[in-house]
């Protein structure tokens, strides 16, 4: 939606005879006059309001920055508490490493080991040798053989022999299998199922605990002391404190739920051994098969640990130190860093606790007071120069509304480490600079910069700065051809904002040592300013389609794009109406010389020219320059006043397809203005002839019915297209164009139009249509110049 997209102007009304009721109408526009004054003071009263709530005019603002120098030193000016960033920070890292680990526990591992177990001492139960066990079954029990070793003998070293590993291995495969095997084989299955069952109630309390993984030990650092949280895993932790509900979680130690503190004497499995007196007879190859099958069933919950500790750190209250008034923060000549900026910081929040609501509201009302008198001081610089900006309620709305923005934002990024609302007065002047005008830009920037000081540091320095970046970057911009220009607009303002910040710095802080001069923050702090400028210009070259879209504009990158023959209303045009299409050429050649004859904007006038015309297109037989030679002439068969009609309707047609085609609003106004009001001469006169034949029908040929609807030309661009619009057409029509013919054609329809009023709405001045007079002059003269007769082509003539 286009804010600021222009109306389309109204038409010349026709000439209708004087009415009673002339007095009530006066009274109506004078009613609808004061309503509109009424709309703008509201506009103006919201506007101020909304400054005053991006300002905060209720407090005063904290002017202290990072880098900021004071020769006389720094005081404090109340006692107050501020705190203590360190302290604090050591008792919320404390208090965060007393938090326990969350761990996860899946026990559905651990709830099939008896029956893994089961099978293993089944398989032992059947087998006859050691042999007959698979290698898996060996290894859980540890009854793998191994090499032999060597035995030394200690009273003859030179005699000797080797220990068989194997038989000890043996050994332990009968006694294992002796435990299990009762004396009569038939109750072998009921006696594996009695030390199941017992295994079972052995390792039942752990199904809720669970078993660590011994890897994890190692890699969470985890000591003896180290408080672990046991979680189901398919429990669901509140939020923001998953350790909140204590009967979501179990608190154990590590040795809780390292299989291996648990299987020694001291732990919680060593303990029960003697409770189950199977068990008990089987105890050493049992704890070797559980080491070596029983999986970890905890898995670390590092999201919800990281969570709960850093809830548990936001839970420390502050530690506080206490400042006493006069306490000196800086020494003289001293620079604000970091931990006293904290401290500033402190001090004056705790100054904000004295203002009461009448002392707000007090100060509220007086900065409304200083708002209200900028805003109408501006208000003369718009109703001024600004006229068509301040009658229109949207717009005006819109500009305010964008300066209280910007004024906001400003604000918020005054502060450190961002310091860059000086890229946002550049952004919002440049912005202002391609919707509108240069002038109205720098007043915009003025105001904002100025709004800005007041809302941050009331500092000259800065309000300097910022000032001089946004009217550098304006006065780049006076036509945006291409994006290069917008950014070298910021790389410009970047430079000269860099030497206005650091020689503000200088005059503002004098110093005996040149040391100051070059000192790394205040460098810094200019770099910084410079690079908000750059980073301002890039951003606003990059969102350039946006602005134009909202703002109603048209940049120098949209006409070039524009202009390209492959365009689709100009492809139909060279189709269907070829002679329109080469008269638009022409007429773009010769109308862009002329605007760059008095400063006007060469390109949106031959861009215009391009598609003055198109609404030639539905009916271009009936135009002379597309007909033909020897074709017949469709008005001969036509009344002047219906000829007349479809003349003047490529205005409304070519205007139509400008919409269908969304071409942007300032081409449709030359298709609009390109005739201004002027007169259709020719069916006029024919009209007169045709009405001079017959005596009686005189009185119906009114000159207003032969005169196109207008408006006529609002823009110096549009007023140079008319002129050269006509001057082009005409001569056309000279059989012998030479310069004097020319120069006399040119300047009779320059007088013709001149004395019509068509000039009478635009801003060309005498001098400036002198100018564009010239320049036509010159550019006919060069299209129409004389040639060279080749003797080949004199020979043939005189054949012919």
Known sequence: ????????????????????????????????????????????????????????????????????????????????????????????????????????????????????????????????????????????????????????????????GAIDVSTDVRFRFEQLKQAITPLDARQSDTHISSIIDEFTRLIQPLYKTGIIDARDLTRRDLGLDSPLAIVDANVELPRPNPLEDTELWIAVSITDVALSDLLNDAGFLGHRWSDFPRLETIRQPLEQWMRNQVRHTLEYDQANTQLARRWAGKQVEPVYDLINEGDEFLPPDGIVDRNLLNILIAEYEASLELFTFETRLARAAIVFLMVSILLVIASWYLFRFESGLVNSWARLSVLLSVIALAVLIGRLTSFDPVRGEVAIVVATSMIIAVAYNQRLAVATAFLISLLIAMATRINFAQFTVMLSAATIAITSLQRVQSRSTIIKAGFLSGLLTFVVAWGMEILLYPSDSLYYWFDPLLLQLCLKYAGWCVLAGFILAGSLPFIESTFGVVTGISLLEMSDPSHPLLQELVRRAPGTYNHSIALATIGEAAAKEIGADGLLVRVGAYFHDIGKIPKAEYFIENRPSGAVNRHDTLAPAMSTLIIIGHVKDGVELAEEYHLPQVLIDFIEQHHGTTLVEYFFHAANKKADEEPDRKQDVEESAFRYPGPKPQTREAGILMLADCVESASRTLSEPTPARIRTLVHQLTMKRLLDGQFDECSLKLSEIHQIEESLIKSLISMHHGRIVYPESTKVQKTA
């Open 1 to 160: 939606m286009k804010i600021f997209s222009s109306h389309k102007r109204s038409r010349v009304a026709r000439k209708t005879p004087h009415r009673a009721g002339t007095q009530s109408l006066s009274q109506f526009f004078s009613l609808r006059y004061q309503r509109g004054r009424l709309v703008q003071q509201l506009i103006g009263f919201l506007g101020v309001i909304a400054i005053v709530v991006a300002i905060q005019g209720w407090i005063y603002p904290f002017t202290y920055r990072v880098g900021d120098r004071f020769p006389n030193g720094l005081s404090a000016r109340m006692t107050f508490k501020v705190v203590n960033n360190f302290e604090t920070s050591r008792i919320a890292k404390e208090r965060e490493r007393l938090v326990p680990l969350i761990f996860r526990n899946d026990s559905s591992t651990l709830k099939l080991a008896p029956d893994q177990l089961k099978a293993a001492l089944g398989a032992i139960a059947e087998a006859k040798t050691l042999t007959d066990l698979s290698l898996e079954v060996r290894q859980a029990f540890g009854l793998i053989e191994g090499p032999s070793i060597p035995k030394i003998n200690l009273t003859n070293p030179t005699q000797g």
